[in-house]
């Protein structure tokens, strides 16, 4: 950006006027000593004050021999040493320089603490940005009440904390330019900042700034607002307030996670030229207003926009990576796709259907939650989907809609009149929810089902929720404790429950944790010597605003300590008005180390999976025939090192719950052991059946199985990135650790490795690990890492997926030693890239198109610059589409908590009363159908990969 007037070191009449102004002073005597001795202190703390050009034997500043410094009278008015190339710290009491109006110090290399300028009350211009300070003190805005320009830019302030603008500052009521770009500002934005009526510049890019832009700013003049690409995911919340800021000119909000829509009145925006909104979480139609503006720059690329594709007014707009109904600029939705779009957009865009539902056709593809008959929309199907939000009018241009299950949700505001217009409708849940009067008047064929809305009835949700109004009522759920979670299915036996002790969430957290709808996976009888079992897993309600209604656990160190708590955790859920905010007490995940004994004859050498760094993979069989995978660390390798990789693998999985990743089963920790239990895969690692799958005389994968893989990947690694409150990074994603089941549906495996980032913190610099050949350059060379780093190495493996061909191999030629380099250079050429493709593939032509769709998210995903990198959910999109799809779905549950219990529910309580019969303290997961797996396999590959740490 320019740099302004009093940027210009005394040009133009300010020069002639300083000089004028020395000369007097030099006629009229000697600069003021106290002035004279800071310079010098000044030039004497440099490394090379010989820059300055200072004489040594004149002590008349004033006078006309010293460079950069101008006088008013005796006293020293302006420093300008922008570019020198100065080295050292500056004293720190500068601000004794009480006449000081102009300080420009930008693009040297200071360093240290920026001095206090506090009480400098002249002081017009502080250009401190682009040098090396370190800190900077809390006082230094105190009375600086004439300043107008203030920039900080590219200095790394108070790294370790980051810091924020004090409220001091909003006195400078001249202040018109504050810049701050890449200065560590750490937290919101502060409220103040709009206040300032002489405010028009504001720069605050590459920060850590959290939060939403406050509501404040709808007052203010500002011209350029600049926000962008704040780190560790950035800002958050909707972007409507721009639209009252009317003097904008430039507004740059990219890289953050703002959400929402752009309002439709953005065209109001009469002085806008440049507008940026690349990669935030913005959604719903572009409005017409910003597609008639004439921008300069318009980028709206990496969003999750919906509709048609804009035709821009503005000729170098770009709105790639979004989720458009089709490509084609300008050509309408499907009209079931526009009223769904204003469903969706009544709802806040819940991100599971924003996920799902692309494309232009509602009948075609994932769809989550929706059902067709004859080419038509014909069922919404959302009960328990956290929906929070209205029911749209335009719902009633399904004609073709029969049932509207939208039970248990958070919905607020009354039915629409005109949805009585829908001929077709049989079935209307809207059960337990927040739905206001009054009830339009349906025909009596439809089958309404309103209990459980507060609102409707006049009554208060019973404390179970509601009463029974719907078909997902808890089982005998009537007292508070023995508490089964409200989606279980009918099928679920009273019994079950008399093994869950309710307890209450004895955290804070509580009243954001809402309802509970995943029952318990297993159940291990808890041991007789309870003093071996140290903790207990504790199963917290699930979170409302979790996408994926993962179930918390936590471990608890003392398994009935919390009983206590009941009472106030039934006030917090009356307070937040629905749902369960009970704690299931799980039990134990403990397995006993006799019972992993048992089933895996002893850890024999035939049960043998493979071998990691620190320890052995086993195979072990229930009774039932049922499989798992035990890993063991031995005795001897246990070191402080395993510990915690052992702790930080429990505390991952234990929390993480997705079809596409490997679920934890149990554990052990008895003496020196410590063992984890997963479920089984029986088709073992991705990579065997990719690069070694002659040798092991398997079939080669089928593109289709290779398109499949990759989406189920794409969806694991989703779901692992976007967890409510936490983000989790993988760090070693590799086709050793991907394991596929029988039916080659993949999962993620091996979580040793992920780092749980701290809260609020998407990037975390963490000890270096991964995988040659697989890592992101930043990582590789910084050990910054963000979700980012996942999506590159999610790239390679599409590409060992394309080429069949590993990520890094020696023995191959040298240009294609490293398989992105190689990959990237044949890409965009269809001959090489058709060539490069694993021999194995059928290449027909109409492969090539997702072949070459495939190739390009590859490119995509391996981009140099994580931020040119999309997220997981763009490569769910790409993909989805590619694979031909099942559903629509009947049931509710299936893919409600992303893992399916219609089967293994009966199964599990089977096998529980077996277990229990039996003393046998574990149940799985897995639908055990008695399918044998045709060889050992497992973990084999993860665990050889291991032994390389
Ligand atoms: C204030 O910022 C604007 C926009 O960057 C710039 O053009 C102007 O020169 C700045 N003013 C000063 C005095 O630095
Ligand atoms: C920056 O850090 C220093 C030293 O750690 C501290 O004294 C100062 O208050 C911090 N500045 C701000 C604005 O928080
Ligand atoms: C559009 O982009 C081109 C190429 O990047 C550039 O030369 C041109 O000035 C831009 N147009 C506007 C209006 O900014
Ligand atoms: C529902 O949305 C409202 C407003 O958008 C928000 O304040 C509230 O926190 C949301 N509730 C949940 C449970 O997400
Ligand atoms: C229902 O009402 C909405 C808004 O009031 C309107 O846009 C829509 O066309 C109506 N639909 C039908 C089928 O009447």
């Known amino acids: 950006m320019g740099k302004g007037n009093g940027r210009g070191g005394g040009g133009g009449g300010g020069l002639l006027l300083a000089v004028a102004?020395?000369?007097?002073?030099?006629?009229?005597?000697?600069?003021?000593?106290?002035?004279?001795?800071?310079?010098?202190?000044?030039?004497?703390?440099?490394?090379?004050?010989?820059?300055?050009?200072?004489?040594?034997?004149?002590?008349?500043?004033?006078?006309?021999?010293?460079?950069?410094?101008f006088c008013?009278?005796?006293?020293?008015?302006?420093?300008?040493?922008?570019?020198?190339?100065?080295?050292?710290?500056?004293?720190?009491?500068?601000?004794?320089?009480?006449?000081?109006?102009?300080?420009?110090?930008?693009?040297?290399?200071?360093?240290?603490?920026?001095?206090?300028?506090?009480?400098?009350?002249?002081?017009?211009?502080?250009?401190?940005?682009?040098?090396?300070?370190?800190?900077?003190?809390?006082?230094?805005?105190?009375?600086?009440?004439?300043?107008?320009?203030?920039?900080?830019?590219?200095?790394?302030?108070?790294?370790?904390?980051?810091?924020?603008?004090?409220?001091e500052l909003q006195n400078s009521a001249q202040l018109t330019n504050l810049t701050c770009n890449e200065c560590n500002l750490v937290g919101p934005v502060p409220d103040f900042l709009g206040s300032m009526a002489s405010l028009l510049v504001l720069e605050l890019s590459g920060n850590s700034l959290t939060g939403g832009i406050p509501p404040s700013f709808a007052n203010s003049s500002l011209q350029i607002l600049w926000l962008n690409n704040q780190l560790n995911g950035g800002m958050t919340g909707p972007i409507d307030v721009v639209t009252s800021m009317v003097s904008l000119k430039s507004l740059w909000l990219h890289g953050n996670s703002f959400s929402g829509t752009i309002p439709g009145n953005i065209g109001d925006l009469a002085f806008l030229k440049s507008l940026n909104l690349n990669g935030n979480q913005l959604a719903g139609l572009i409005p017409d207003s910003l597609i008639g503006m004439d921008l300069d720059v318009l980028d709206l690329n990496n969003n999750k926009f919906m509709g048609p594709t804009p035709k821009f007014k503005s000729p170098n707009a770009t709105s790639a990576s979004n989720a458009f109904c089709l490509p084609t600029p300008g050509a309408p939705c499907a009209p079931e796709v526009m009223a769904l779009i204003d469903f969706l957009?009544?709802?806040?865009?819940?991100?599971?259907?924003l996920s799902s539902w692309v494309g232009n056709d509602p009948c075609q593809g994932p769809w989550f939650g929706l059902s067709c008959n004859n080419g038509k929309v014909a069922m919404i199907n959302l009960p328990k989907n956290n929906l929070n939000g209205t029911l749209s009018p335009s719902v009633a241009k399904l004609d073709a809609l029969t049932q509207v299950r939208l039970g248990s949700n958070n919905l607020n505001g009354p039915i629409p009149d005109n949805w009585t217009s829908l001929k077709g409708l049989t079935s209307l849940d809207l059960s337990d929810n927040n739905i206001s009067p009054p009830i339009p008047a349906f025909k009596t064929s439809v089958k309404l089902l309103t209990g459980g809305n507060p609102l409707l009835t006049g009554t208060p949700a019973s404390p179970k929720g509601s009463p029974p109004s719907g078909h997902t009522k808890s089982p005998g759920g009537t007292s508070d404790s023995g508490n089964v979670p409200d989606t279980v299915s009918s099928t679920k036996p009273k019994k079950f429950k008399s093994v869950l002790a309710a307890i209450v969430a004895p955290v804070a957290s509580v009243a954001a944790l809402i309802f509970l709808a995943v029952p318990l996976f297993f159940y291990c009888k808890k041991r007789k010597e309870t003093s071996q079992a140290p903790s207990s897993l504790v199963v917290y309600p699930r979170d409302p605003s979790d996408p994926d209604n993962i179930v918390?656990?936590?471990?608890?160190?003392?398994?009935?300590?919390?009983?206590?708590?009941?009472?106030?955790?039934?006030?917090?859920?009356?307070?937040?008005?629905?749902?369960?905010?009970?704690?299931?007490?799980?039990?134990?995940?403990?397995?006993?180390?006799?019972?992993?004994?048992?089933?895996?004859?002893?850890?024999?050498?035939?049960n043998e999976l493979g071998r990691g760094g620190f320890g052995v993979v086993y195979k072990g069989e229930l009774d039932d025939g049922t499989k798992i995978a035990v890993k063991r660390m031995e005795a001897g390798v246990i070191s402080n090192k395993a510990i915690n990789e052992?702790?930080?693998?429990?505390?991952?999985?234990?929390?993480?719950?997705?079809?596409?990743?490997?679920?934890?089963?149990?554990?052990?920790?008895?003496?020196?052991?410590?063992?984890?239990?997963?479920?089984?895969?029986?088709?073992?690692?991705?990579?065997?059946?990719?690069?070694?799958?002659?040798?092991?005389?398997?079939?080669?994968?089928?593109?289709?199985?290779?398109?499949?893989?990759?989406?189920?990947?794409?969806?694991?690694?989703?779901?692992?990135?976007?967890?409510?409150?936490?983000?989790?990074?993988?760090?070693?994603?590799?086709?050793?650790?991907?394991?596929?089941?029988?039916?080659?549906?993949?999962?993620?495996?091996?979580?040793?490795?992920?780092?749980?980032?701290?809260?609020?913190?998407?990037?975390?610099?963490?000890?270096?690990?991964?995988?040659f050949g697989y890592l992101a350059p930043e990582y590789a060379v910084t050990g910054k890492i963000t979700t980012k780093a996942d999506v590159f190495s999610f790239g390679v493996v599409l590409m060992e997926?394309?080429?069949g061909l590993m990520a890094l191999d020696e023995e191959r030629p040298e240009e294609s030693q490293y398989l992105v380099g190689y990959f990237w250079n044949i890409k965009s050429d269809k001959e090489?890239?058709?060539?490069?493709?694993?021999?194995?593939?059928?290449?027909?032509?109409?492969?090539?198109?997702?072949?070459?769709t495939i190739a390009e998210l590859a490119g995509h995903c391996t981009a140099r610059e994580p931020n040119q990198r999309p997220d997981m959910g763009h490569a769910v999109n790409v993909l989805a589409p590619l694979v031909e799809k099942w559903k629509p779905f009947d049931d509710d549950y299936e893919e409600y908590s992303g893992i399916d219990y219609s089967l293994?529910?009966?199964?599990?309580?089977?096998?529980?009363?077996?277990?229990?019969?039996?003393?046998?303290?574990?149940?799985?997961?897995?639908?055990?159908?008695?399918?044998?797996?045709?060889?050992?396999?497992?973990?084999?590959?993860?665990?050889?990969?291991?032994?390389?740490?």
């Open 72 to 167: 008013s009278g005796n006293r020293v008015s302006q420093i300008q040493v922008q570019k020198v190339g100065l080295e050292g710290p500056l004293p720190p009491n500068l601000n004794q320089l009480t006449a000081l109006s102009n300080l420009g110090l930008q693009n040297n290399r200071f360093s240290g603490a920026v001095p206090s300028l506090s009480g400098l009350a002249s002081l017009q211009y502080a250009y401190l940005d682009y040098n090396n300070f370190d800190s900077i003190p809390s006082d230094f805005f105190v009375g600086l009440e004439n300043l107008q320009v203030l920039a900080l830019d590219g200095n790394d302030l108070n790294a370790s904390t980051g810091w924020m603008f004090p409220k």
């Open 345 to 353: 957009t009544a709802l806040n865009f819940p991100s599971r259907l």
């Open 801 to 803: 997926l394309l080429t």
């Open 646 to 771: 052992f702790q930080a693998e429990i505390a991952v999985l234990s929390k993480v719950r997705h079809r596409h990743l490997v679920s934890l089963l149990g554990y052990s920790i008895e003496g020196n052991e410590r063992i984890l239990v997963y479920e089984y895969m029986p088709q073992g690692a991705l990579s065997k059946h990719l690069f070694h799958w002659k040798d092991l005389k398997l079939e080669p994968l089928t593109w289709k199985r290779r398109l499949n893989i990759a989406l189920d990947v794409a969806r694991g690694m989703e779901y692992l990135h976007s967890l409510a409150h936490q983000s989790f990074i993988h760090r070693d994603l590799k086709s050793s650790n991907i394991l596929l089941g029988d039916d080659y549906r993949a999962k993620v495996s091996d979580f040793g490795l992920v780092k749980l980032a701290p809260d609020g913190e998407k990037s975390v610099v963490t000890r270096l690990a991964g995988t």
């Open 904 to 949: 293994p529910l009966n199964q599990m309580v089977k096998d529980w009363q077996e277990a229990e019969s039996k003393d046998l303290s574990y149940m799985g997961l897995e639908d055990s159908k008695g399918s044998i797996p045709t060889r050992p396999a497992g973990f084999a590959d993860s665990f050889t990969s291991a032994d390389a740490r």
């Open 832 to 852: 090489k890239l058709m060539a490069a493709i694993d021999p194995t593939l059928d290449k027909k032509e109409e492969t090539y198109e997702s072949i070459s």
């Open 552 to 606: 918390k656990i936590a471990v608890a160190s003392n398994t009935y300590g919390s009983t206590s708590l009941t009472g106030s955790g039934s006030a917090s859920r009356n307070s937040s008005g629905f749902g369960e905010s009970h704690v299931i007490e799980a039990g134990n995940l403990i397995i006993s180390v006799q019972v992993l004994r048992n089933v895996t004859k002893n850890f024999a050498r035939e």
């Open 21 to 69: 102004l020395s000369l007097v002073a030099a006629v009229s005597g000697f600069t003021e000593p106290g002035d004279l001795a800071i310079l010098k202190q000044f030039r004497d703390g440099l490394s090379n004050p010989e820059l300055l050009q200072w004489p040594a034997n004149d002590d008349d500043p004033c006078g006309s021999k010293w460079k950069h410094v």
